[in-house]
């Protein structure tokens, strides 16, 4: 349901943890567990005894309204050291990677064009600032989030 919210928040920096294919129990379970709390639009969900401090019944409908909605929930603003922070596969954080050591782990423009790389340790993606990351920072802007 909030597949594009979650990938959004990754953006923004924040831990998101996103799987359209468990079970509501499942949900809840690791929300608990994990001290994470649900984002979602499905009310039962919501009234789930774990669930009842650790959950947002989304009601906005657009992403730029969802992403306004859960960040005021949770009384954080964007930051801009954050964004693209986290691998956006996994949500660990990304580390900065030196030039010499992406050499064979990303395109040869890539690597002629670029100067700043990072990495993500787990899941071994390398990241580097495309065009997407000052449309990432404009739409931002544009939604008035940064």
Sequence with gaps: MLGSLARWLRILGFDTFYDNRIEDGEIARRCAAEDRLALTQDRRLVQRRLLRERSLLVQSIGLEEQLKETLEFLGRYVQAEQVLSRCLICTSPIRAMTKPEV???????????QQHFKYCSVCNRVYWGGTHRRRILRKLEKWGLL
Excluded: A, G
């Design 103 to 113: 050499r064979q782990r990303v395109p040869p423009y890539v690597f002629r064009t």
